[in-house]
C-alpha cells in the first residue's frame, strides 16, 4: 500500500480553494445585503439596494453551487 503524494497534495490544494472562494462569496454576499439598510450616522453605502441585493443573490448562488457540487463529488 503506498500514498498517491501529488493526488493527496492536489486535492488538499482543491479544497483549501474552494473553501476560500466559497468564504468570500459568502462575505460579499452579506456586504451586498449591507448596502440594503441606511447607515443614520455613516456615508452612504457604495452599492444601491437594488444592486447590493443582486450583488449578494448572485454571491450566496455561486457558494451555494459550490458546496451542493462537493457534496455530489463525495457523495457520487
Known sequence: ?????????????????AAVV?????????????ARSPRPDGPEP???PSTG????AVCFAAA???VIYALYIILA
Do not use: D, E, P, R
Not at 500500500?1 to 480553494?17: E, H, N, P, Q, T
Not at 441585493?53 to 449578494?56: F, I, M, N, P, R
Open 1 to 17: 500500500m503506498s500514498i498517491a503524494w501529488g493526488s493527496l497534495g492536489l486535492v488538499a490544494i482543491v479544497s483549501f480553494a
Open 22 to 34: 466559497a468564504t468570500a462569496l459568502v462575505s460579499f454576499g452579506i456586504v451586498g445585503l449591507a
Open 46 to 48: 457604495a452599492l444601491s
Open 53 to 56: 441585493t443582486a450583488v449578494s
Open 64 to 66: 451555494a453551487a459550490i
